[in-house]
């Protein structure tokens, strides 16, 4: 259960589920970002989290936001530290326990997965798995665990714009977060590396993508998935054909369970 006072979770209480054949572009969703210890879920940790609740109709200004400091009893890395300027005594001091901190926000998003209100993240298997390491590490139940009893399926609806746009946008260069949403056209309400900034960028890139590429914003609430998947694996074996050309090793990525 939720630990603490959420925005979000009133917020979401006086929802309706969406229809699945909702558009992408006309959906609420649930924007998601963290800053860790390191980059490996299970042995790495949170550090900060931030969930927003969007409505497309109303746009950033009508956005409601949760954001946690954690303190993740575990050090934080120099490289992780240089990029999210959190250090180990400031989350020791400032951060909350990770136990009811950790299961705020997967209560949130399962909450919003029983609405079928789709989690946004970019390179979105990161967050997410970073977030079940941390579960796993604290004894609590997972994401499938809480849908599965609270809603009718367990799978996660995930809309991941790194994804998207490697699918849609055919450009070179590399897709950093900065850089996609340049490309579209997204000025930061903040500093990125700040989670609630790096979610509420993440949640202005649907509309441009949407707009560039109507494909894009018509996907329905139950297409996502499926188009998804495909376009992942589409990247994928384009990715290891470029690396065997060039003498790379092969990526072995996936992108959540089919």
């Not at 949760?66 to 009893?73: A, G, Q, R, S, T």
């Not at 993440?202 to 949407?210: E, F, N, Q, W």
């Amino acid at each position: 259960m939720v630990g603490m006072t959420s925005p979000i979770l009133d917020a979401l209480k006086a929802l309706e589920p969406q229809a699945p054949d909702t558009p992408l572009r006309d959906s609420l969703l649930l924007g998601f970002d963290t800053e860790t210890t390191g980059l490996a879920a299970g042995r790495d940790a949170i550090v900060s989290a931030s969930l927003v609740l969007r409505d497309p109709s109303a746009g950033i200004d009508g956005d409601v936001h949760d954001e946690w400091l954690i303190n993740p009893h575990r050090p934080i890395s120099a490289g992780a530290s240089a990029v999210n300027g959190f250090t180990n005594e400031f989350v020791a001091e400032h951060g909350a326990e990770p136990a009811p901190a950790l299961d705020s926000i997967a209560a949130i998003i399962a909450a919003a997965q029983c609405l079928r209100i789709p989690l946004v993240a970019y390179n979105a298997p990161f967050d997410v798995d970073m977030l079940g390491g941390d579960l796993i590490r604290w004894n609590l139940q997972s994401i499938d665990q809480r849908i599965t009893v609270e809603g009718d399926s367990p799978q996660l609806l995930v809309v991941d714009p790194l994804v998207i746009d490697r699918q849609v946008s055919h450009r070179p260069g590399r897709r950093t977060l900065t850089l996609t949403s340049e490309y579209y056209g997204v000025y930061p309400h903040g500093s990125f590396h700040d989670a609630t900034t790096d979610t509420v960028a993440v949640l202005d890139l649907i509309s441009p993508m949407a707009t560039l590429y109507p494909q894009v914003g018509a996907l329905t609430l139950d297409e996502l998935m499926p188009w998804q998947h495909k376009a992942f694996d589409s990247w994928l074996q384009g990715y290891n054909s470029w690396a065997e050309e060039h003498g790379r090793r092969p990526r072995h990525d996936t992108w959540f369970a089919a």
